[in-house]
């Protein structure tokens, strides 16, 4: 939300901008105990969903600093995300009676694709086939150091070899 720190003449002397909802500004407002100090006020523009329109809050500084500072919890504070029947330890057992008792739909988890599935997504290659036959291959283990090129030439020589072996 950018943020205006105007002076008495209407001239902007400071200007920050972040992300945010609303917008305010920061205006020097006069006070009136006191007729020659004047304070700054903040301005805040903001959409109220419960009137569907848009409102107008001026605050002092010291009312506004207030305001964030409550939302910071105490030194060592333990916060809870979740209590109740969405807690760790309940979730499980009482959710899904929850679910029943709104007569809602019980939402299940997506299965996580297996290593099969994301390989061929990422090489384009059926990793449990075959390069040497074409057949699907059962998963017994796994070898470091020969690559998937070279394992035809090496299939080819072993069974010339044998060849050459049986004829002799």
């Given at each position: 939300?950018?943020?205006?720190?105007?002076?008495?003449?209407?001239?902007?002397?400071?200007?920050?901008?972040?992300?945010?909802?609303?917008?305010?500004?920061?205006?020097?407002?006069?006070?009136?105990?006191?007729?020659?100090?004047?304070?700054?006020?903040?301005?805040?523009?903001?959409?109220?969903?419960?009137?569907?329109?848009?409102?107008?809050?001026?605050?002092?500084?010291?009312?506004?600093?207030?305001?964030y500072i409550s939302h910071i919890p105490s030194r060592h504070?333990?916060?809870?995300?979740?209590?109740?029947?969405?807690?760790?330890?309940?979730?499980?057992?009482?959710?899904?009676?929850?679910?029943?008792?709104?007569?809602?739909?019980?939402?299940?988890?997506?299965?996580?694709?297996?290593?099969?599935?994301?390989?061929?997504?990422?090489?384009?290659?059926?990793?449990?086939?075959?390069?040497?036959?074409?057949?699907?291959?059962?998963?017994?283990?796994?070898?470091?150091?020969?690559?998937?090129?070279?394992?035809?030439?090496?299939?080819r020589e072993k069974l010339e070899k044998k060849r050459w072996?049986?004829?002799?």
């Amino acid at each position: 939300m950018p943020i205006f720190v105007t002076t008495g003449n209407g001239a902007s002397s400071l200007r920050s901008s972040s992300s945010g909802a609303g917008k305010s500004t920061l205006r020097k407002k006069p006070n009136m105990h006191d007729k020659t100090s004047t304070t700054l006020a903040v301005i805040s523009h903001y959409y109220d969903h419960r009137t569907q329109q848009h409102r107008r809050q001026v605050l002092s500084q010291e009312e506004m600093l207030l305001r964030y500072i409550s939302h910071i919890p105490s030194r060592h504070f333990k916060m809870v995300r979740y209590y109740g029947f969405l807690s760790n330890r309940k979730r499980g057992e009482l959710l899904p009676k929850i679910y029943v008792a709104l007569e809602m739909e019980v939402k299940t988890k997506p299965t996580k694709p297996g290593y099969a599935t994301l390989m061929k997504q990422f090489t384009h290659v059926d990793p449990y086939q075959c390069v040497l036959c074409g057949d699907q291959m059962v998963f017994s283990s796994a070898e470091v150091g020969s690559r998937a090129e070279v394992l035809p030439a090496q299939r080819r020589e072993k069974l010339e070899k044998k060849r050459w072996l049986l004829a002799a």
